[in-house]
């Protein structure tokens, strides 16, 4: 599923016009995206747990050359599914 099928399903089930539905998606985004980029936990009860790891500056390797080289700090985002979630995917 994409955004736009989202944002389709979501015009469908809760009976939403289109417009209204994507302002609601892009919403939700956008604020879960504020809160990561300022360094905030994001936790949504039932589904699931958005949170920032900070990967350390580290030495690697060129795999082609075999030389060594400088991999900078990053931060990348993890998602770490709740407990509904999960049991819900055990279900068939």
């Known amino acids: 599923m994409n955004k736009a099928q989202l944002i389709g399903a979501l015009v469908n089930n809760a009976k939403l016009s289109r417009r209204d539905a994507?302002?609601?998606?892009n919403t939700i985004f956008d604020i879960i995206v504020d809160q990561l980029r300022q360094g905030e936990k994001v936790q949504i009860v039932g589904f699931g747990c958005f949170d920032v790891r900070e990967r350390p500056a580290r030495k690697g390797r060129n795999p082609m050359t075999g030389e060594?080289?400088?991999?900078?700090?990053?931060?990348?985002?993890?998602?770490?599914?709740?407990?509904?979630?999960?049991?819900?995917?055990?279900?068939?």
């Open 22 to 25: 994507d302002v609601a998606v």
């Open 68 to 92: 060594s080289i400088d991999i900078e700090a990053t931060r990348s985002v993890a998602f770490k599914p709740g407990k509904s979630l999960k049991d819900a995917m055990e279900q068939k």
